[in-house]
């Protein structure tokens, strides 16, 4: 039973460009969401994350936006670099640590 | 400060062969979390302690896989038998004391490979 969904398993953009990473969920008790960045042979890094009262994070080139009507949030990169280029995994979290991740979104940005 | 520390890096073992995991969880860290990752699924929840007690196991796949935290430094996730289909990246993350919603620190997975 997938809770949490990335719909897109890959994403190629040009460097500078916007990157947009979506990301869906289906349970209506989700209330803390997170995204997080992995490289290969390393385990995933904490990015960002949004709690279900807000619908917007911003933390230096990386903005979240949630939209809780539509169980929908999305991660922004701008401008993208190189750099970026990693698996990006949405997670969901009801209250507890019991925390439901996407099946990830490989992004590539190319110089 | 060291981080989530798992060993194995990598695991290659025959079908039928017990398989264990380790996990050094961050020191000070209450809460320990086993995922697993594949193509298909993603990353999985298996199991999660809060001060060495398992509070949710509901992720575990099947009688074979069993986890244990005897002290707040040390945990392993036990496979036996092992089957082809176990073949799998294996987190381990740690987090925080301090409630809920605290990200979770992973380690850099084992790689698990049965023939």
């Known amino acids: 039973d997938q809770q949490v969904k990335q719909n897109s398993p890959s994403l190629s953009v040009q460097e500078g460009r916007i990157s947009i990473l979506n990301c869906d969920y289906t349970n209506s008790m989700f209330d803390y969401f997170l995204w997080y960045k992995k490289y290969p042979a390393e385990g995933p890094t904490f990015l960002i994350s949004?709690?279900?009262?807000?619908d917007k994070n911003e933390d230096g080139r990386f903005t979240v936006f949630l939209n809780k009507s539509a169980k929908h949030l999305s991660l922004h990169i701008v401008p993208s670099q190189p750099g970026d280029s990693a698996v990006y995994f949405c997670a969901a979290s009801a209250g507890n640590n019991d925390m439901r991740f996407g099946a990830g979104t490989r992004l590539t940005v190319k110089p | 400060d060291a981080g989530v520390i798992q060993s194995p890096r990598h695991e290659v073992t025959e079908m039928g062969q017990e398989v264990t995991l380790r996990c050094k969880p961050i020191?000070?860290?209450?809460?320990l979390f086993w995922y697993r990752q594949t193509m298909m699924r993603g990353l999985e929840l298996l199991i999660y302690?809060?001060?060495?007690?398992?509070?949710?196991d509901s992720g575990m796949p099947e009688d074979r896989f069993s986890a244990k935290m005897p002290n707040a430094s040390f945990s392993t996730l036990k496979i036996q038998p092992s089957e082809p289909r176990d073949s799998a990246v294996y987190f381990c993350?740690?987090?925080?004391?301090?409630?809920?919603?605290?990200?979770?620190?992973f380690g850099d997975g084992t790689r698990l490979s049965i023939l």
């Open positions: 993350a740690s987090s925080p004391p301090g409630g809920v919603n605290q990200p979770q620190h």
């Open positions: 302690f809060n001060n060495n007690v398992p509070i949710d």
């Open positions: 949004i709690s279900s009262i807000k």
């Open positions: 020191s000070g860290h209450d809460y």
